[in-house]
């Protein structure tokens, strides 16, 4: 069973940018779909992006051209590389592989 950790959530400025990570145990990612997933306090959780095969994505419209999904099998590790960020951005950050659920690492844009 994998097991996942987030990391890099931050406060940071309207058009500032964040790196997230998320880190897997004892697994490798290249052959998995990977998701990334938000959640705002009151709100459902939502789709953000998704890696998938040899070297595909997709994004929720929201964050198309600003954010951009990546994985480094090597290391088994997944980034999300979030850029003109906005305040309706914040949110707790989730990594979803094979069904399992990171912690969640929280983001907050804000001046």
């Known amino acids: 069973q994998v097991q996942l950790v987030e990391s890099g959530g931050d406060l940071v400025q309207p058009g500032g940018s964040l790196r997230l990570s998320c880190a897997a145990s004892?697994?490798?990612?290249?052959?998995?779909?990977i998701d990334w997933y938000r959640q705002a306090p009151g709100k459902q959780r939502d789709f953000v992006a998704r890696?998938?095969?040899?070297?595909?994505?997709n994004y929720a419209d929201s964050v198309k051209g600003r954010f951009t999904i990546s994985r480094d099998n090597a290391k088994n590790l997944v980034y999300l590389q979030m850029n003109s960020l906005k305040p309706e951005d914040s949110a707790v950050y989730y990594c979803l592989v094979r069904g399992v659920w990171g912690q969640g690492t929280q983001v907050t844009v804000s001046s």
């Open positions: 004892e697994t490798t990612l290249s052959s998995y779909t």
């Open positions: 890696i998938f095969g040899l070297a595909n994505t």
